[in-house]
């Protein structure tokens, strides 16, 4: 699979859905000589949050980091900033003069007129457009579907001793969820999470032709995704007044939200909303069973359930990183990361910072971490961030309620996904309560 190949579809996509995007697939020879002159100041790694095995278990590499004390680190052969600090990348997330997300949050470079893409005044605005759709009013309205829907999956987990979790609860309610919110008929759920999965290995792909053939997957997935909205749009299904779309044409003041921004903001919903959350109720299952004192805690006292999420949202970062490029230079401590670089702010590594939290490679059930950046910082913190806290909590109600144990039945298996970190397999037997 050829770079022009996968421009190609990039070029398909484009006229409907990215625009004026542009991609930059290929480091170039002058990129890498840019970036090995100005490291200067930064600390040389070998950490390289893109080999599998650490992506699948970053956390020692983390506590190397932290150990080492500097505050900027670079990756020659990635040609890649990295910031750990959990204050250094609270300060970037806000410093968006200096650090932008225009540019993309990935390892390519992409613009797009999308809410994650975009800084400054024009952020105000698409963040104005979606924010209807994540009042305390709709959340309110949901609340009972997501109850319903977690109810039943944990149940079925309870009745077939031995699943994966992962398939039998941490997948499905997500997008069942927003499928629902949606307006989606359930039995398109499957579909949307094979084209969720494909999309976001948009993400991780490299410059290989194995990572070429995953971008031009990933940008198939999403074609296919804008066929289909655009087939429910034009047939009126989707914008019914007690889905996100109607509530966001309800509350369209400006009149600018058309088929392309309704069709952005669904794909925020089922790439970011989606397969953070499955990551996150993955992860809670894993640290549950294997510290079965801290599940009788929360079952003893379900008052702790919030912060219990806040705690397991910190404590594995279903987003471990997300890029950002410098279009003016970026100060760090004594260390200027020069205009035109790529970083990476370590969200995994800031939320096992040691200088902000205690005994951070332990999970606490009664901390409440309020100061993770698990959903980000500043004005891109994550608009979907109280629909995540949610489902997990509407899980961990239930399974108070209807276990009084979990037990791992087998290994868990971890995603070696560079970004998004979640199990992909973890057999779970619950004890009925």
């Known amino acids: ?63 190397g980091l932290h150990e080492h004390g500097a505050r900027v680190f670079y990756n020659p052969r990635r040609a890649t900033w990295i910031i750990p600090g959990h204050e250094d990348v609270r ?19 992409i613009s797009a007129p999308v809410l994650v893409l975009s800084d400054g005044a024009e952020h105000v605005r698409l963040r104005k457009q979606v924010q209807p759709a994540f009042t305390k009013g709709a959340m309110n309205a949901w609340q009972e ?46 579909q949307f999470r094979r084209w969720s999965e494909e999309g976001v290995g948009f993400v991780n792909a490299s410059a290989s032709p194995a990572g ?19 087939e429910q749009f034009a047939s009126g299904r989707l914008t019914a007044s007690d889905t996100v779309f109607g509530r966001l044409l309800e509350y369209n003041e400006g009149g600018d939200l058309d088929e392309n921004g309704l069709f952005f903001i669904a794909m925020l919903l089922l790439f970011a909303g989606n397969e953070t959350t499955t990551n996150l109720i993955g992860g809670m299952m894993d640290t549950l069973a294997h510290r079965p004192d801290d599940f009788e805690a929360i079952r003893a006292d379900p008052d702790l359930i919030p912060a219990a999420v806040e705690e397991q949202l910190r404590f594995t970062s279903p987003i471990q990183n997300l890029y ?54 500043g004005p891109h913190m994550c608009i979907g961030a109280i629909l995540a806290r949610m489902e997990a909590q509407a899980v961990l109600r239930e399974l108070t309620r209807q276990a009084s144990a979990i037990t791992a039945d087998g290994p868990t298996t971890w995603s070696t996904h560079s970004s998004l970190r979640g199990p992909t397999r973890l057999p779970i037997r619950l004890t009925p309560a």
């Open 1 to 63: 699979m050829s770079t022009q190949s996968v421009m190609a579809a990039a070029r398909d996509i484009g006229s409907p859905l990215l625009g004026a995007a542009k991609m930059n697939l290929e480091m170039t020879a002058r990129t890498k000589l840019r970036g090995s002159r100005a490291w200067a100041g930064a600390t040389n790694t070998g950490y390289d949050p893109l080999d599998p095995a650490t992506a699948a278990q970053p956390f020692e590499a983390y506590r």
């Open 91 to 109: 300060t970037a997330l806000r410093s968006t003069d200096s650090v932008t997300s225009t540019q993309g949050v990935t390892r390519f470079k």
């Open 145 to 190: 579907t997501v109850d319903r829907m977690a109810e039943e999956l944990v149940a079925a987990v309870l009745a077939d001793p031995g699943c994966d979790v992962v398939t039998k609860l941490a997948i499905p309610l997500p997008i069942r969820v927003i499928a629902n919110i949606l307006g989606i008929p359930e039995s398109d759920g499957p």
């Open 212 to 230: 070429m053939a995953q971008a031009y997957t990933g940008l198939t997935a999403i074609l296919a995704l804008r066929r289909y909205f655009k």
């Open 324 to 377: 950002r490029y410098t279009r003016a230079p970026h100060q760090v401590g004594e260390v200027t990361i020069p205009t035109g670089s790529r970083l990476m702010m370590s969200f995994g590594a800031a939320n096992r910072d040691p200088s902000v939290f205690d005994d951070p490679d332990t999970y606490r059930v009664d901390r409440n971490p309020r100061t993770h950046i698990a959903f980000g910082y």
